[in-house]
T-cell receptor, first 109, second 112 residues
């Protein structure tokens, strides 16, 4: 079973929309998570770290559901510049990070 | 701080040629990583290092070699380039093994 599973998308949304992605994870011992964003033909960059039940940073909100083993990322008031691939990466207490394929978001005018 | 730097940005190789992809970081991170990313796919770990003088294989090490003589530098060597090695190569570093990884801008390699 894969460590994380994400819908690869693409999610096509209009500017100003609210969009949410889910990421399910298999290791119940995962303590924290990273959300990275990767723009087309660029390197991944950290968007947000999630250490407890969730985190909020401006238009971005991450929520962690440990009972169901998923983490979600909500983006409000989508901008064209939010178009990217979003990678959910679990932090398994000292083990190396594993990067999956992510979810592709395309925000249209 | 420059963070993680990679050179070259682009390179075209002929089959059988060799080259070294350079990676350097100025954050004094012990951990460094090399990934490759094929079009539309996720990152695959090639090699990693937990400190100067220590390296280990990742998921896809065949056809590559690394060295880590200093904390700052982690070059990746391709000895006999093959078309299957056409990819984008990212170097990354972190202060902790499971901590946030900082990525370089990548090297886009084409083998013809």
């Amino acid at each position: 079973r894969k460590e994380v599973e994400q819908d690869p998308g693409p999610f096509n949304v209009p500017e100003g929309a609210t969009v949410a992605f889910n990421c399910t994870y298999s290791n119940s011992a995962s303590q924290s998570f990273f959300w990275y964003r990767q723009d087309c033909r660029k390197e991944p960059k950290l968007l947000m770290s999630v250490y407890s039940s969730g985190n909020e940073d401006g238009r971005f909100t991450a929520q962690l559901n440990r009972a169901s083993q998923y983490i979600s990322l909500l983006i409000r008031d989508s901008k064209l510049s939010d178009s990217a691939t979003y990678l959910c990466v679990p932090n398994n207490a000292g083990n190396m990070l594993t990067f999956g394929g992510g979810t592709r978001l395309m925000v249209k005018p | 701080n420059a963070g993680v730097t990679q050179t070259p940005k682009f390179r075209i190789l002929k089959i059988g040629q060799s080259m070294t992809l350079q990676c350097a970081q100025d954050m004094n991170h012990n951990y460094m990583y090399w990934y490759r990313q094929d079009p539309g796919m996720g990152l695959k770990l090639i090699y990693y290092s937990v400190g100067a003088g220590i390296t280990d294989k990742g998921e896809v090490p065949n056809g590559y070699n690394v060295s880590r003589s200093t904390t700052e530098d982690f070059p990746l060597r391709l000895e006999l380039a093959a078309p299957s090695q056409t990819s984008v190569y990212f170097c990354a570093s972190s202060s902790l093994l499971g901590g946030e990884q900082f990525f370089g801008p990548g090297t886009r390699l084409t083998v013809l």
